[in-house]
Every structure is written in C-alpha cells, then in structure tokens.
C-alpha cells in the first residue's frame, strides 16, 4: 500500500460488503445457493377497471431463489392518493421506481396546484422501466382514479411498454390465472363482482405458483378515496369452492 496515497473510503461500497457478510447462524440456515440470489417479488399481480374506479389485488410472498424472505409484504405501493402501483420483479428495483415516480408526482401536483392524471403517473413508471431496461427487472401495474377519465389501469411490463387494459396481471403466478380471468371478466362488472373476482383469481395462483403465498391485499380506488383489504391466508376461498 502506498502510504502517501491512501486508498479512498467509500461508504456505499463498505456497507455493501458489510450486507454481504453471513452470520455462522446464517449460514447453517441458509443454503449457499440461495445467499447471493436477489430478492424478488416473484408474485402474482392483478387490477381490474369498474365502472367507477378500480380494483388492486397481489399476494404477499417475497423471494429469493426458493427462500421465502418475507410472507406478508405490501405489493401495493401509492404514488399519490388516488394512483396505486402493482410491483412484480426485483424487490429493490421496483421500489426505487415507485419511490422516485412519487416524488416526480408530488413536485408535479405542485406546480400544477391539482392532482396528476392517471396515465401521467403510469408514463413516469414505463419512461423508468424503459430507461433502465438493461439493467432493472421490473414489471408494475399502475391503477387509479382521476376526475377525466375515472378508473383507468395500465400495464407497465419488462421492456416499457405501456397499454390500457380493462383487466391486467403479471407476475410468476400470472401464468396460472389467464384462462381463469378470461373466461370469467365480462365488461360492465360490479364493484362487488370485480372485487371477487379478483380475490379468487389471486387465491387459485396461491395454489399453484411456489412463488406466490401468504394472503392477498385488495384495494378498492373510486371518487371517494381508498378503501384497503386483507385477507388472511386461513380466510381465502376454498379451491374446490371457485
């Protein structure tokens, strides 16, 4: 080492080092194979337009590799008081979007002094995934309700794409549940039937997808404000009842 040109420190790097350290508890605990595996929301996401909002549902399992690390996260995140996002993906990826996308809509609600439009918020969120696409794994759905266009839902997949759809998923346990949602959606559904629909749909990818768990979150997003659910992993319907 050079005594007259020291090193620099860096404390991003060292608290990175420091995070990877194992404790000899954690070690016999967790496999070798599952220590360096990123954290993941490997989940199942799932939001549906009503005539006079939306309804958000997502389970609650977060992964790593096939370590369960937490059973009861909140998938549904808010970018402001009406827009919710739905996050699939890298656990760290998707919430730095929604952190940053928050804070773009808060300086944007200022100075525009009125709250911002639902598919403004879901372009801030596709503009970050495409911007990123090479390096964030991250799939969101963004849903809300505005005084133009009421309820709207908007998919944001890997790659930045950004459509409106009447219904939209995503996640690992999306691919269990198509047939499900696509035989039973009729346009002009209730509130009611819109929220059932949603909390089976979610409960038959509990079953299937080894990466989707726990219980589901619902949110109900209207004029009036949100209205948030959960319901427990022992009060979800029966498979054989759906």
């Known amino acids: 080492m050079d005594s007259l040109n020291p090193p620099a420190y860096d404390a991003e ?38 005539d006079g909002g939306v309804i958000l549902g997502a389970d609650t399992r977060t992964s790593a590799g096939s370590f369960v ?43 525009m002094n009125e709250p911002p439009l639902v598919k403004i918020a879901a372009n801030c969120v596709r503009r970050m995934i495409y911007q990123y696409r090479d390096d964030f794994v991250a799939g969101m759905i963004v849903a809300g309700w505005d005084k133009k266009l009421g309820g709207q839902v908007y998919s944001c997949p890997l790659g930045g794409l950004l459509v409106r759809q009447s219904v939209s998923l995503g996640g690992s346990g999306s691919t269990y549940i198509w ?57 979800l319907p029966k498979v054989y009842d759906l």
């Open 13 to 50: 790097e060292d608290l990175l080092r420091h995070q990877k350290q194992y404790s000899q508890m954690d070690k016999l605990i967790i496999p070798i194979e599952m220590r360096q595996q990123p954290v993941s929301t490997g989940t199942t996401i799932v939001a549906v337009e009503y």
């Open 69 to 111: 690390v937490n059973r009861f996260t909140d998938k549904l995140t808010p970018l402001t008081e009406h827009i919710y996002c739905l996050r699939s993906g890298s656990a760290a990826d998707t919430q730095a979007i929604s952190q940053i996308v928050q804070y773009q809509l808060e300086f944007l609600s200022a100075e």
């Open 179 to 235: 047939g499900f949602l696509d035989n039973n959606f009729k346009p002009n559904m209730t509130k009611q039937e819109c929220l059932d629909l949603v909390l089976k749909a979610i409960t038959l990818a509990i079953t299937r997808d080894g990466s989707s768990g726990g219980c589901v979150r619902l949110a109900v997003i209207d004029a009036k404000g949100v209205q948030r659910i959960d319901v427990l992993g022992n009060e």
